[in-house]
């Protein structure tokens, strides 16, 4: 589990915005100066980039900052998937979803997910993330 004093290397964001893909990534250089941020347009990327670097943790993201809501594959779908990677992977990397959603359904269960540190607002907000991460 992540603490207040652990590096974040490398920081993944998976969302199908472009504009927040943009917004956040410039959020986090500010708050994260240290940490490699890698943007992925969908769910489906995501889940490429572990699986490809899924013997070599090195690699492999710290942070994981997910949207619900995206076509093809939602974050949901994601975590499915997700679920099934070694604990190698998803005990290094920490998922914290990162969405827009009011639907109390989705709120529920992206809270009631075992992989799911926190559910956080669009736009990111670095000190509740910060908090989140402690």
Do not use: W
Not at 19 to 31: C, M, Y
Not at 75 to 86: Q, Y
Not at 97 to 109: A, E, M, N, Q, Y
Request: contains cysteine; glycine residues 2%; negative net charge.
């Amino acid at each position: 589990m992540l603490s207040r004093t652990t590096t974040l290397n490398r920081i993944m964001l998976i969302d199908d915005s472009e504009i927040d893909l943009r917004i956040n990534t410039k959020i986090l250089s500010l708050h994260f100066k240290d940490s490699e941020i890698m943007t992925c347009l969908s769910a489906e990327k995501g889940l490429s980039y572990l699986k490809k670097h899924i013997h070599q943790t090195d690699l492999l993201p710290d942070l994981i900052l997910l949207d619900i809501q995206m076509p093809d594959m939602d974050g949901f779908g994601f975590l499915e998937i997700f679920k099934n990677f070694p604990s190698a992977v998803t005990n290094h990397c920490a998922v914290v979803i990162l969405s827009s959603t009011l639907d109390f359904g989705d709120i529920k269960r992206a809270e009631a997910n075992r992989f799911v540190l926190k559910m956080l607002r669009k736009p990111l907000n670095p000190a509740e993330l910060k908090e989140t991460l402690s």
